[in-house]
């Protein structure tokens, strides 16, 4: 039933503009062997400042999938912020676009920064590590998305939260693909 829920979160956020971070983040725990992110989903987030937020499970991240989600949510011409991940150079083209270099330890730069949306990670993993200890990589889009919802309707009253969440009941969800074939685990060690 959950799942079910889960599945009528997924809704469209209308395009971000002005200051908007940009930032990617592995889903899962610690690999041993230097590993890092090798293998881990990837969940790339948007957040406009003070306002809405867009998460996306991707693929990869090269230039032509993040630029591809990008273009689609964030307005041209809007001052993007990001870290120093060679496949944001190019975002000059379209966008204003300023970051930091966490490689050397730059983690803020005046207004420059991508605390809004690392912050809104730390939040996303508690949430997994917490409350549902782990999530398959099928489903892990509707945990997102479950996510998002919550972030963007954060300042809703609980009746608006939930007549919001009941104009977009129209997805039928069988349970053939309800059902995940693969687990993956999420765990943090600290």
Known sequence: MEQR????????????NGIVEIDE???????????????KPIVMGMIQR????????????????????IEKNV????TVMTDELPAYKSLRKKYVHKFVNHSK????????HTNTIDGCWSHLKKMLEGTYHWVSKKHLVKYVNEFVFRHNTRDYSGSDRFHYF?????HRLK????????????YVTS
Not at 5 to 16: A, E, F, P, S
Not at 75 to 78: F, K, R
Request: aromatic content about 10%; overall charge positive; hydrophobic content about 35%.
């Open 5 to 16: 829920i889960r599945n009528c979160m997924d809704r469209d956020v209308k395009i971000l």
């Open 50 to 69: 003070r306002g809405k937020i867009v998460a996306k499970v991707i693929p990869n991240r090269t230039i032509n999938t993040l630029h591809k989600i």
């Open 75 to 78: 307005m041209a011409g809007s």
């Open 25 to 39: 983040t592995f889903i899962g725990g610690w690999k041993k062997n230097g590993q890092g992110g090798k293998g």
């Open 105 to 112: 330890k730059e983690y803020v730069r005046g207004n420059v």
């Open 166 to 170: 009941f104009e977009n009941i129209k």
């Open 175 to 186: 349970y053939k693909e309800l059902i995940a074939r693969k687990r993956f685990y999420y």
